[in-house]
């Protein structure tokens, strides 16, 4: 059932307002606190190009340091290379 709730119009954006109500409910860091930290860190984030066009983003709307556009073999050379690797 959750599958088909997140196929629906407009559930990704309330999700998200779903997520922000509790990280604000709990008092921890917002995504953008996060993700700031992280690059402040030298995290490298990378947008996947094939999940930007499947789920219609535009790249505009990304932070400032994300990488956009990174395809399956680039981001796989980039892990092979890095001493910690996340996909989410």
């Known amino acids: 059932m959750p ?3 997140a ?3 407009g559930m990704d954006r ?3 307002r779903m997520m ?3 990280i604000d409910d709990n008092g921890t860091a ?3 606190e996060l993700i700031d930290l992280s690059l ?3 995290v490298e984030l990378q947008a996947c190009q094939m999940i930007i066009e499947l789920m219609e983003y535009d790249e505009d709307d990304f932070y400032d340091d994300v990488t956009v ?3 399956a073999a680039t981001a796989l050379q980039h892990m092979a290379e890095s001493d ?3 996909l989410v």
């Open 69 to 71: 556009g990174v395809g």
């Open 40 to 42: 402040d860190q030298g």
């Open 7 to 9: 196929a629906l119009p």
């Open 84 to 86: 910690i690797q996340l």
């Open 30 to 32: 917002t995504i953008k």
């Open 20 to 22: 922000e109500s509790r």
């Open 3 to 5: 599958n088909a709730l």
């Open 14 to 16: 309330l999700a998200t």
